[in-house]
């Protein structure tokens, strides 16, 4: 690489970067980097991270537009143009024999590399180095690493290059890509070098790569976007897998250098959660970081990639422009309803029939082909059949349409034939820069005035409202869409995804997170792509929005979603939405009763509920649904009496709405016949006005056995329907009491300390890991019990010391070893683990008990092999152990030991990674978790130092999802501590999907 003294004992690499920018423009270098206003923050990093060639592993070139370049990549010295480009401050190139001297084949033995001979994938690197994944501006590419037949693209890319990006990355003019320079790049070892091309369609627009320096553990990272694809967060994508590939082959650092005047690079890692070390010499930065993920580096990229998702779904909710590929004339055709919804609700911008056959639909003029429409089009409805859609998808992407919604049917669900054109679509789709919804989808509504979008098949449409809504069933949507207008729900937006192809309810979550327009989220979930990502990002939204779903599909999924679902344990769904703060209903109609209360009343602020109404009946009703459902009554029902008038009705509801006492309320009300119900609504709604509860206190009614608004109830929006403020109506007490009920148990979870996601001391991981590691050489294994003492000791968990003997004497002389008293255990596991202690002795205080214990356990057991172990003392039996989802990875779960604990399943569970609270939650859960509390009296158990062991337990599995087993029991936990006299660990590979590791699309 050539450069300083220090340069070279250093290993470090000359990162030279302009604009991370829209594209590089003639100016002072002052520009780099600038950002263009109308960006969000999110945004404004992308493009920051981009700030143009950074210089060097690519050399000639830089990174993220062009970055530091490693020895290997520098061009020779006789492809430079001119002698003045082979020296000076921006790199120096080497002689194409001078390599980075490449360490040992770190990759080989690497944990999760399966690109290792029998790995069956035929591939020199591991498939998870393959990716789509979605940009900053909601476009999207593919990511591999390269290969030599990417020769041609490579020379092609560097030609697309300006003249500043190629300074800028390979220090010099480099206008022409000589072969063997070609050869250099295109051909690495996936191992000591690394390099990643991000291709649109069949371009390479980015490449990547790193490059092994002396040290073994450090690498020089560089990177170079084509000039028109700067500012789009590619460059923060590739080193987020760059350094996960570098930590698959045993890295632990990158290094770079950067010219002092390019502080826009600099930013490219700073900006990245990185701790950036940092030393100027000679106009240099020099730059180095470790690379293991940081708890900032990690936020850094949630934040970007939630960004990206929803700049992908605002793509698709907000068009200017809507092509139907597929418009018919013939009034039965899909194609026909759409186009028809689309101009009967006034779609905003223009709409483009696409028929061949025809030169207008419906009055509008069409088009043979989308490449014949004369204008840009951002969104595309396919109504064709699924054996036209490639067709159709090759001139999508010649126009540069940025999302396909798909509502033809004959794809996954139709059979293997279907499923292979699907996921050839998909794929060919997301590699030319598209998002697909569907097959087989309904559509997607947005119903802000200045869009009004109905790309569905339903010609109904609620108005609008602040609520967003997913569905995966086509049909059920249109009947959701029906009974949204009947019950006077508006919605914001709606998506009804099909097949669930490419976007996923999990899309959706990522785009109402900071949608303006919405504050309830609805969700009807057949089955799970990513269940584990769903946890992660209806935990960060439920925060601040109430999530809503109904989750069918428990015993069979519908075909179409078969190809992109995965199957979770009813526990596993259950422990994830509780964890989520996801409110989960049985049904549409109680979805819908729950959303009402959450659309148009506040949150309750506690448990206590007043009920007032005219019918004592009715009250005691709702009085025993409260109870039931663990709210509290302020005060017995207020009966006013069936003949109250208006007035009396309306005085009885304020003193309840004013009291300090009352965090909700609830009116029952029977009209009389004498006088018209819509006095008593009116007086009602006055009430409440006055008492000024709207922003404090939710009230919901059973006023006229109506079902959902009534107008008389209603307060009026800025678009006339029913808006803040407007009060609820159920047919019975029941459904009015149980939805507040919701609403108050998701209140509570929201009010809850968040917690912190913490490790434990006292931990060695990569110990941990390379033990795993060599007992799945075995594949799939149970620990034998040295192994399974040492992997819990890397993670603090200490088993009370014992011996495994196989006779009389040896028992003896254990026991004197471990000094008395002691115990004897059954090898057996079955028999160790009964209730009756048939295969335990307890209290051995000498020789002679020994002897004596271990003639009884051979008498029940056809072994001679015992346990002796220290007696731990006497505390509470507790069991932890496992529940590996084989989609959804481990749940933890605790529960107290006991025969009556075992037939009532009483167990609590959660899903790691586990905060604080989650662990603090779960000790405390079990219905028998009183017991170590204290109860009647009896000293409590040190809870601190149970959740201690839970914590530990959680933070190895989340570590080593190998362990598909873990059970420590029994747990002695006592006012003394916690002692574990138990363990039995399996290992093997694990078939769940990850959320963790660089930014996917998955």
């Not at 007043?610 to 663990?630: F, T, W």
């Not at 509470?876 to 989802?885: A, N």
């Not at 037939?903 to 000790?923: C, E, Q, W």
Request: net charge negative.
């Amino acid at each position: 690489m050539g450069g300083s003294k220090r340069r070279r004992a250093n290993g470090g690499g000359r990162a030279d970067a302009g604009r991370d920018e829209a594209r590089p423009t003639p100016g002072p270098r002052a520009d780099s980097g600038a950002q263009r206003p109308d960006r969000t923050r999110s945004e404004q990093t992308d493009a920051a991270d981009e700030s143009g060639p950074l210089g060097k592993p690519d050399q000639p070139g830089r990174s993220d537009q062009s970055g530091p370049s490693s020895p290997s990549d520098q061009p020779s010295p006789s492809d430079q143009s001119s002698p003045s480009d082979q020296s000076g401050p921006a790199g120096h190139p080497t002689t194409a024999d001078h390599q980075v001297p490449a360490g040992p084949p770190s990759g080989a033995d690497q944990p999760g590399d399966r690109s290792r001979p029998g790995s069956g994938d035929g591939k020199p690197y591991p498939h998870s180095w393959e990716a789509d994944v979605v940009l900053s501006d909601g476009g999207t590419v593919h990511l591999r690493p390269i290969s030599p037949d990417d020769a041609d693209q490579l020379i092609s890319f560097h030609g697309r290059l300006s003249d500043r990006t190629r300074y800028f990355r390979y220090f010099g003019p480099y206008p022409r890509m000589p072969k063997r320079d070609v050869e250099r790049f295109s051909t690495v070892d996936h191992r000591d070098r690394v390099a990643l091309v991000a291709l649109l369609g069949d371009d390479i627009v980015a490449v990547g790569r790193f490059d092994r320096l002396d040290d073994q553990d450090s690498a020089e990272v560089a990177f170079v976007v084509q000039d028109q694809h700067q500012g789009r967060g590619l460059g923060s994508i590739l080193l987020e897998h760059l350094a996960a590939a570098a930590q698959e082959r045993g890295l632990r650092r990158f290094v770079a250098e950067v010219l002092a005047e390019n502080s826009a690079m600099v930013r490219v890692f700073r900006d990245a959660g990185y701790q950036v070390r940092r030393a100027m010499e000679e106009g240099v930065v020099h730059l180095e970081f470790d690379i293991d993920p940081t708890e900032e580096s990690l936020a850094v990229a949630r934040a970007r990639e939630q960004a990206a998702e929803a700049r992908s779904m605002h793509n698709l909710l907000h068009p200017r422009s809507v092509a139907v590929i597929g418009a018919s004339t013939d009034h039965r055709k899909i194609g026909h309803a759409v186009l028809v919804n689309l101009l009967t609700a006034d779609f905003a911008g223009p709409v483009y029939p696409v028929n061949p056959e025809h030169r207008a639909v419906r009055g509008v003029r069409a088009y043979p082909s989308v490449l014949d429409i004369p204008d840009d089009v951002d969104l595309a409805v396919v109504a064709i059949p699924a054996a036209g859609v490639d067709e159709v998808l090759d001139a999508c992407l010649a126009k540069g349409v940025k999302v396909l919604v798909i509502v033809s049917s004959g794809f996954s669900e139709s059979g293997p034939d279907g499923r292979a054109i699907e996921r050839r679509m998909v794929r060919a789709a997301r590699v030319h820069g598209m998002r697909v919804v569907g097959p087989n989808a309904l559509g997607v509504v947005n119903t802000d005035a200045r869009y009004r979008l109905n790309a569905t098949l339903a010609p109904r449409l609620p108005g609008s409202g602040r609520t967003g809504f997913f569905c995966q069933s086509g049909a059920l949507g249109v009947a959701i869409l029906a009974t949204a207008t009947e019950r006077g729900l508006g919605l914001s937006t709606f998506v009804s995804a099909g097949n669930r192809a490419d976007v996923s309810g999990n899309d959706l979550l990522q785009y109402w997170q900071t949608d303006p327009a919405t504050d309830v989220v609805l969700l009807y979930l057949e089955s799970f792509g990513n269940p584990r990502k769903f946890a992660r990002l209806a935990r960060r939204l439920a925060r601040t929005k109430p999530i809503v779903v109904v989750k069918s599909g428990r015993n069979a999924v519908r075909p179409g979603l078969a190809a992109t679902s995965v199957q979770v344990d009813e526990t596993s769904v259950q422990a994830l939405f509780e964890q989520a703060g996801v409110i989960r209903v049985e049904s549409v109609a109680q979805m819908f009763d729950t959303a009402l209360l959450l659309a148009h009343q506040p949150l309750p602020a506690g448990e206590r509920v007043a009920i007032v109404g005219n019918s004592s009946a009715l009250g005691m009703l709702a009085a025993d649904v409260a109870q039931a459902e663990g709210l509290r009554l302020a005060g017995e029902p207020v009966d006013v009496g069936a003949s109250a008038s208006p007035e009396e009705f309306a005085d009885a509801v304020r003193t309840a709405a004013l009291s300090d006492e009352v965090d909700a309320l609830v009116t029952v009300f029977v009209p009389p016949v004498a006088v018209p119900g819509t006095a008593y609504a009116r007086a009602l709604r006055e009430a409440l006005q006055e008492a000024a509860v709207a922003a404090t206190k939710p009230v919901v009614t059973t006023f006229l056995a109506a079902e959902g608004v009534p107008d008389e109830l209603a307060v009026p929006g800025p678009d006339g329907s029913a808006g803040w403020g407007s009060v609820p109506s159920y047919p019975s007490p029941e459904r009015a009491v149980l939805s507040l009920a919701r609403a108050t148990r998701y209140a509570r979870w929201r009010a809850a300390p968040q917690g912190h996601f913490a490790r434990p001391e006292g931990i060695a991981p990569e110990r941990a890991r390379r033990l795993v590691e060599a007992a799945l050489a075995d594949g799939e294994v149970r620990l034998d019990d040295e192994r399974t003492v040492e992997l819990l000791a890397h993670y603090g968990i200490e088993l009370v010391p014992f011996r495994r003997v196989c006779s009389e004497a040896d028992a003896v002389s254990a026991a004197t070893e471990l000094g008395f008293p002691v115990v004897l255990k059954a090898a057996d596991d079955q028999l160790r683990h009964r209730a009756d202690l048939v295969g335990v002795r307890l209290d051995l205080v000498n020789a002679d008990a020994v002897r004596a214990a271990y003639a009884d356990l051979l008498r029940v057991s056809d072994t001679a092999e015992v346990y002796v172990q220290n007696m731990a003392g006497r505390g509470h039996s507790c069991v932890i152990d496992l529940m590996d989802d084989p989609s959804f990875g481990t749940l933890v779960s605790f529960g107290l030991s006991g025969v009556a604990s075992e037939l009532l399943g009483d167990k609590a569970y959660r899903a790691v990674p586990m905060t604080d609270v989650d662990v603090a939650a779960l000790v405390r859960s079990p219905r028998a978790a009183p017991l170590l509390a204290g109860y009647r009296g009896d000293e409590p158990a040190d809870l601190a130092a149970l959740e201690d062991l839970v914590l530990r337990v959680a933070t190895l599995v989340e570590d080593l999802p190998e362990v598909r087993e873990l059970t420590l029991q029994p747990v002695l936990a006592s006012a003394r501590g916690v002692r574990v006299t138990g363990a039995r660990v399996s290992v093997g590979r694990s078939a769940a999907v990850p959320d963790t590791g660089p930014r996917r699309l998955r």
